[in-house]
């Protein structure tokens, strides 16, 4: 079951920089949106600033592929690293961090990946005995234009060389075209981020249905995958007991405990600009309006005893399924880890290194 992602339909204009014209990226997508009007910039051109999410970018990426997830000390950081395949997301969640941040609405994907390859290799190979844990779901959803980019299928047949490297690929939609370049199962993590189901239904637009997530999900775990779950992010909102416990509940409908890796609890959070953003565009995400306290990193989040409230509602529901040590936060304090888990990440070893220990099984 593939999800059709409706931004894809609406597509008009491919624009692509001089210096990828002929690559393999560019003629795939061009083959794979025969009607959609192609661009080739001249040498030095630029994409006007103010375009929208009806144009795709084919870009010539001259910076660095390989990244560290913009945690911050303050917080307890999993030490997750991206490698960026490029920006923007055809889906339309309220909350999204990017809708805010990013200026420019464009879907931007790198098509220069000899590029990107020469700096993972690089990289991988000259670090053998370092194991990486590492996702391209920060700055876009891993799969959400991989019907006419291919870009995981040939991430995973790529790092399928580096027996060092494990690749999460996080996402709100169904594609698994993906899974017959895969080398090998256990160094690849499919992974969808889940929410209470009216959460998913008055806030995130153009994704697949938390039923069609979690099919997805068992077929992986049936071919041989683990699988990673995110619940990220947490809403406050009336009535949201029933609503999260009733997504627990359909999560052990498809999947056995031992089939996820990790699951991520993480509060809804953001800059100020976030919050205005939401506000202004999404006027009736009656979330916006709660109660926030400014966070040591300057995100606002929820108070927090209201946070420790639900964080223990949702993980005293995951544990009486059996998960346990999957469970981590993202970008919490100890404090918060005390009062809910009853441990901190230094009682595992350190989180970077549980998560790794997780990831690699
Ligand atoms: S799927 Fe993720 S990246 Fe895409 S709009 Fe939703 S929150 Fe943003």
Redesign the pocket.
Known sequence: MEHQVEAIHNLHKVIVDPGVRNSPMAERVRSRLPEVECEVLEEGGQISSNQDQAILYLKEYKGRFLRFCPGTKHYRCCGYRIIHIGEN?????S?????AYFQDRTLKIWANQEDLWRELRVHFSGNPETRFRVGT?EF??SL?LESITGYSRDLVSFLGEYENVCLELK??IVDLSWMDGVRRSDRVLPAW?LNAIDVVQSE?R??ASLEERLIAARTCAGNGFRVCLHFDPIIWYFGWEQGYARTIEMIFDYLKPEEIAYLSLGSFRGMPELMAFIKKNWPDSGYIYNEFVSGLDGKMRLLRPLRVNQFRYVADRLKRHGLERQLYFCMESDEIWQAVLGYTPKDLGGLQRHLLEQAFG
């Open positions: 997301c055809p889906l339309n969640c909350y999204c961090i990017l809708k779901g876009t959803d959400a996402s709100k981020s995130e153009g994704v």
